[in-house]
């Protein structure tokens, strides 16, 4: 399996190279050359199978000869047993129609586990066979940075720096990554957005030199790996649904639209899903581009959702590739048009292609609070804001046919955002055993101002330089 740029002109690599590297030479987002297709048969026959055993299949036509069907399972088998569920992605009926998807049962409390978990083993495994180091650079709203910090912590050959908004994420995610004192982790609070985080860390990508003197590499989900991993549990919940006799929808509640894009990756693989939901906050700019054409950027307003507080979706640019006939050389036109202006219009072929998958829903903060209310007084579910956001989005989809089950996607634990759980249903959710002592344990990190010289100073004195 080859893996393309979306911007049309860095090489096409393989699955080992595009996971260690994240972003593409040219500064697009690596894809499959071609969508790999299963059969019904094959769909069905994977309704008896475990999550490991379902991970590995979907994902070895990804995988290609990178690693071999035992060295996958090997990976999938330690990443997956750190889950503290049994089916690791449970699903949960709410009444006749809706369900959720718990994708929080990993060891930070977000579905972010599911994809870094197996991410991390696979660096190690690709760095251990090249003997080389890797510093990975990545932008957080919250989940990603604890998720990626907990799968990287004390790994040798690999440095993490990570940049989050000071004061914009929750008490416990900032802890989840503060409190991990490993020599490897080094996290930077930002004096700034997350917006402004992540447009610093696109720039170290895109600073050549400073990206091959210290190997930079990526964890935030432009890295196709990732991804890749979050592809399986739409089969692994669909088929326990009933695809493939029955089609499912989904609703995803989206920031930076990689969940979402999973989806939409299974949906090309031959799952049938029959719509996919892109619930957003008020920061609806994802909203406004699948409703009305109109992609741009607007001021982030913080929320009730953090990691759903973005104004600038990464992943959506491989959507528009791939709806949009494959053109790499005019998508990166349009994307520079979209880095300066700050606003773009999607042509008729990226909307029409979006739209046969895709709608949309914005929900504002008291439609989110009734969803959180209505999960708990009519399933006694405590879910979490995120969740509640998706979880709304289902509740007002329209014109779906009445046997098509919808599923919600459950992003984070309820314990993650506890106060925002508590002013909607006067319940303070606890916290799983096991994150353990995390409010009694050391911080450590550094504040710094969101310019490109303070942060790759701060950075060049602690990462490896390349020989
Ligand atoms: C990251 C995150 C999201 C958004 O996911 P994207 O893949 O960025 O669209 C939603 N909810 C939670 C809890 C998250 O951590």
């Known amino acids: 399996m080859k893996y393309v740029s979306t911007r049309g002109s860095a090489p096409a690599l393989g699955f080992e190279d595009v996971t260690l590297a994240g972003l593409a030479s040219d500064g697009g987002l690596y894809l499959p050359e071609t969508w ?28 290609g000869d990178a690693l071999s069907e035992q060295e996958l399972h090997e990976l999938c088998t330690a990443a997956y047993g750190r889950f503290s569920h049994n089916a690791v992605t449970p699903l949960v009926q709410l009444d006749h129609t809706h369900w959720m998807l718990e994708l929080f049962h990993g060891p930070t409390l977000a579905f ?30 919250g989940d990603t940075g604890s998720a990626a910090i907990d799968a990287v912590a004390g790994r040798e050959k690999i440095n993490i720096f990570m940049l989050h908004p000071d004061g914009r994420v929750s008490d416990v995610q900032r802890r989840q990554m503060t409190t991990v004192l490993a020599p490897n982790v080094h996290n930077i609070a930002i004096d700034g957005s997350f917006d402004d985080a992540q447009a610093l860390v696109k720039a170290m990508f895109n600073d050549v030199d400073f990206r091959a003197k210290f190997n930079l590499s990526a964890v935030n989900s432009i890295n196709w790996a990732r991804l890749m991993a979050q592809v399986v549990y739409y089969f692994y919940a669909a088929v326990r649904l009933g695809a493939p006799e029955r089609s499912i929808a989904f609703s995803v509640p989206t920031g930076n639209f ?6 939409y990756v299974a949906a090309q693989m031959g799952l049938p899903v029959e719509r996919l939901i892109v619930a957003t906050n008020v920061n609806d700019i994802l909203y406004r581009a699948l409703s009305e054409g109109d992609y741009s950027q607007g001021e982030v307003v913080p929320t009730a959702t953090p990691s759903m507080d973005i104004q600038v979706s990464s992943n959506f640019e491989r959507l528009l590739f791939d709806v949009g006939g494959r053109d790499g050389i005019a998508l990166a036109e349009q994307m520079r048009g979209f880095e300066k202006t700050k606003a773009m219009r999607l042509t008729n072929a990226q909307r029409d292609g979006a739209s046969a998958l895709f709608t949309s829903h914005r929900v504002d903060p008291d439609h989110m609070n009734l969803a959180l209310r209505w999960a708990y007084d009519g399933a006694g579910q405590i879910i979490d804001p995120h969740s509640a956001v998706g979880l709304a989005a289902a509740l007002a989809a329209e014109d779906l046919p009445v046997d098509v089950p919808i599923v919600t996607l459950a992003t984070a634990h309820a314990g993650k955002f506890r106060d925002a ?14 994150v353990g002592t995390l409010f009694d344990r050391e911080e450590s990190y550094e504040r710094l101002p969101a310019t490109y010289a303070d942060v790759t100073a701060y950075i060049a004195q602690r990462a490896t330089a390349a020989e």
Do not use: C, N, W
């Open 421 to 434: 759980v508590e002013r909607a249903t006067g319940i303070r959710p606890g916290l799983p055993s096991r």
């Open 112 to 141: 972010k586990d599911v994809a870094l978990q197996l991410l991390g083993l696979l660096f190690e495994k690709f760095l251990s066979r090249r003997d080389d180091h890797i510093t990975i650079v990545g932008a957080t709203s």
């Open 258 to 263: 990689g969940d979402v894009f999973a989806g």
């Open 36 to 63: 790999p297709s299963f059969s019904r048969d094959e769909i069905a026959a994977l309704a008896g199978l475990s999550y490991v055993d379902t991970a590995v299949a979907v994902m070895k036509p990804f995988v």
